[in-house]
């Protein structure tokens, strides 16, 4: 691990202090948490996930129509034109 320093609000100290007191880890150990929760969140997800995901939605829905592949272009344009 890297060593670095920040500076926290005299709040975001004692918060972070009561949490470290109550869940028993440390205050490094919790700072490195929040910053890979924020990672976690702001990061787009890989090429691998996003196929995952795809993957996994395919065939999840139904639009009760049997010739959306034939005419899908007809479709999208009666849902774009609001």
């Excluded at 926290?8 to 919790?30: F, M, V, Y």
Aim: charged share 30%; hydrophobic share 35%; no cysteine.
């Amino acid at each position: 691990m890297i060593r670095t320093q920040i500076q926290l609000t005299e709040s975001q100290l004692k918060k972070l202090r009561q949490a470290s007191s109550a869940s028993g880890r440390s205050i490094a150990d919790l700072v490195r948490e929040g910053v890979e929760l924020y990672l976690a969140t702001r990061s787009a997800p890989s090429r691998e996930e996003r196929v995952r995901r795809a993957v996994a939605v395919a065939g999840r829905f139904s639009s009760g129509s049997s010739d959306v592949s034939s005419n899908h272009d007809r479709y999208l344009s009666e849902a774009f034109k609001g």
